[in-house]
């Protein structure tokens, strides 16, 4: 009765074991590409495991448009984005099972999955890890005072709005500038909420540009920057927060606490990927994304097992979780196709300037690898290269007119690669 | 909650009305319920244990940090002689953990010494002195270089232990009524007539265990002996990821004062771990916000026990209140529980300050009351008392076959709700069907854990919202906790 979080522990002699040639666990925009993928690289069993009701994944909430501009070359709506990747897997002749949530990953490729249907153990003979991410909290920000109702992470609130025809409050102040928290302001405002200001900590906004231009300057929502919510107000639901301004340090500066009546505190200040599973198949973590470390084909540490989209790092834009998937996904069909030969492996690390790298690592003698990463802050007019540790010989090497922390960047190595890299920026 | 009130409430005597359905005054009437009586547990709240008994470290206490003679000592030493049993029978989430009193340096030896021989002259069983060898034996990742180590130390979770406490009581014949806050008390020569917005009630005797305000409504009645001053102690609380690193609780040597235990480290019987809590005075008995500050504090205090601690997230924050007799400024010093019946009026007992080790002594607390009162009255035991409640299946804690056969039983069984704390619709439909009509979303993670996880609730309240209204709770109804915590706004169109 006590063993905390029990998952059935190893008596499973008496469940049959289910076998497919690819499962990709999570149906949003990494893993519908992903299962995609793998169908057209020859995969012949693929399984795609949802655990809401039906496909899409967060999508199926995100009712602006914005979407599919790099895959299908137009802006569309998420549902929308959703639907054509949706038709594309059931065309490819991918197995979908909806309403299905893995509970367990081990380190055997066996997965554990509960659904109305059954509770069933599967073996994979590749696994794609697609599960997306969750919205920091309340708590991992630490925001002190009482406990009211009223505090919702923002794609809570999208849901509850977008969904389920809700009305989350009345006067809403937003914490963070990502870009569901920008979404929400607008949506909101079109709901006829009152949104009295987006507060972020870092001197720079953390979601996409056009998103500030087209969900908060069109709309007069006041933005400011350096600044945090310091207290929340309210014993049975928020009556106000307080704000204040931040030091270099991000630490509130004393006497500029400023009080805000408000009903709603909507929390969009960050993403964490969700990890669990992975963690629970002995996946190795960076922890500079918080996913996976993969190599260049998105294969993590345990053999068999790749990683994409959110769960694997954080995306600006679903265009290019679904690239990512896509890529994973004809991967793993290669995997279980024998195809991918073992070798030893270089690291790729983070320089000055860089807040991480992706692919972690590259198998030596790769050659055209495309390097994702991010800058730590704002800059113009940088050099990006990517340079031997060893032999301190530049392998890439690209300027960028401007960078931003918000806007995942590319960088393509195209010789062999024989020596542990390092990407760094120079301004 | 309306089916409860039957017509004939206000014609009833009651026996007994418990006032404050927290673990103490839940104990009492559980104990009570064995007795062929009429009892009533009047609780101010929408649910139980959403006072004191809610926010604690949750711990067993085996009793050698309270004053020898004292009823905090008498109470703890026979409620930690009852509880693991009774936890047994009701089907609540322990364990039997043993404990560490840690001692960073030689310097601090004497003290666990004092400790030792203040447990042994209480009677806690098996205390004994443990070096560094012991320590890192015993929890591996704990510093220290002596520790006291109490083997019959354990962690409970204290709000199911108090609202199966009210179930059991309920099963056997006690009303429970909740949001029933008693605003005016009539004494009257043959007992009390307590009135609440839900009604006025007669009853022979009363038990006013309604912590932090028990001195509020002592004074209804015209006692005026006690006053409760709220000490608050916050608490944050890790990811289940870090419960490996804890095997039992690890106090620090308590601070000289007596005045709490210190910052200590709790594993929860789920394997979250706490840290905290602090002690503070505040004016007010509702004040349950963190700080900053504390906050800050409680990390750099608990990592300096169990550095290992660093490497975890915390999920989430939490305060609770203490009720103490003793004044911040130290005017009233009255460190002991107060269990006794009221001079001017006969028939009212008082629980007051009870504090740390309340929830371990409550079973005792209750035997006391029930012993006080029912001996004179000659009270029959019940022949078909049922002492058992029959916890609700958990599928987070069931194996693969298990598992399998609910789902194939019944496919609510195969819906997850919450991904972080792997509940099921079966889960959160029993949960939402409970005895006393407690429909809270706050409720509903006490009875489930849905929303305790790593994304808070996150995900789950949007599946949990539509869930509650196809159980046919409108929106409008929906609170995290009752009173005005309205989780929304109404309807956007329609």
Known sequence: ?????????????????????????????????????????????????????????????????????????????????????????????????????????????????????GYRLIRAGAVVLAMGCRERTREMIGIPGPRPAGIFTAGSAQNLVNLQNIRVGNEA???????????????????????????????????????????????????????????????ERVSAVVVARVDQDLKPIAG????IPCDTLLLSAGLIPENELSKRAGVELSPLTGGAAVDESFMTSVEGVFSCGNVLHIHDVADWASFEGLTAGRNAAEFIQGKRGAGDKVRVGAGAGIRYALPQVVRRGAENVEINFRVTRPTRGTWVEVRGVSTGKTVARKKFPRLVPSELQKILVKPAIEDDLEVSSHD | MDKMRRPSDSETIFDVAVIGGG???????????????????????ADLAEGVSKANSGVIHAGFNVSPGSLKARTNVEGLGRIYELAVELGVPHRRTGKLVVALGDEDRPRLEELKAQGDRNGVPGLEIVDEAAISRLAPGVLGRWALFSPWSGIISPYEFTIALAECAARNGARVMLEAPVVAIECRPDGFLLTTPRGSFMVRRVVNAAGLFADEVAALAGIADYRVYPYRGEYLITDKEAGAVLSMPVYPVPPRDDSFLGVHITPTVEGNILLGPSSDAVEDKRDTATTRAV?????????????????????????????????????VKLVDFVIEESRVRPGWINLLGIESPGLTAAPAIAARVAEMIGARENWREKSEFEATREPAPRFAHLSDTERAGRVAGDARWGEMVCRCEHVTRAEVETALRNPFGVKTLDGLKRRTRCGMGRCQGGFCTPRIVEIMQKEGLPLAGMTKRGGGSDLFKGRLKS
């Not at chain 1, 009701?53 to 009712?63: D, F, S």
């Not at chain 1, 500029?256 to 009080?259: A, Q």
Request: hydrophobic share 40%.
């Open chain 1, 1 to 117: 009765m006590n063993e905390a979080g029990g998952n059935g522990g190893d008596r499973t002699a008496s469940l049959p074991v289910e076998r497919h040639d690819v499962v990709v666990i999570g149906g949003g925009p990494a893993g519908l590409a992903a299962a995609l993928g793998a169908r057209r690289a020859g995969a012949g069993d693929v399984l795609l495991i949802e655990r809401e009701k039906c496909l899409g994944g967060i999508l199926n909430q995100c009712i602006h448009d914005g979407f599919g501009l790099f895959l299908y070359k137009e802006t569309i709506s998420g549902p929308e984005y959703a639907e054509r990747l949706i038709e594309e897997v059931a065309r490819e002749g991918v197995s979908v099972r909806t309403g299905a949530m893995v509970l367990d990953l081990g380190t055997d490729r066996v997965l554990r999955v509960n659904a109305r249907d």
């Open chain 1, 173 to 235: 102040v937003i914490l963070g500038s990502g870009d569901i928290g920008l979404i929400m302001a607008r949506r909101l405002t079109f709901e006829r909420m009152k949104v009295k200001g987006v507060f972020e900590i870092l001197p720079w906004v953390s979601g996409l540009e056009r998103n500030v231009r087209q969900c908060l300057k069109d709309f007069d929502i006041p933005l400011e920057l350096s600044s945090t919510v310091v207290e929340i107000r309210g014993r």
């Open chain 1, 256 to 259: 500029t606490d400023r009080l």
């Open chain 2, 23 to 45: 673990v103490v005054g839940c104990a009492v009437v559980r104990e009570l319920s064995r007795y062929d009586l009429k009892l009533l547990l009047l609780e101010k709240e």
């Open chain 2, 295 to 331: 906050m800050a504090q409680l990390k750099s205090e608990a990592l300096t026990l169990v550095p290992e601690l660093g490497r975890f997230p915390f999920i989430h924050s939490f305060a609770g209140l203490r009720p103490k007799l003793t004044d911040p400024q130290g005017r």
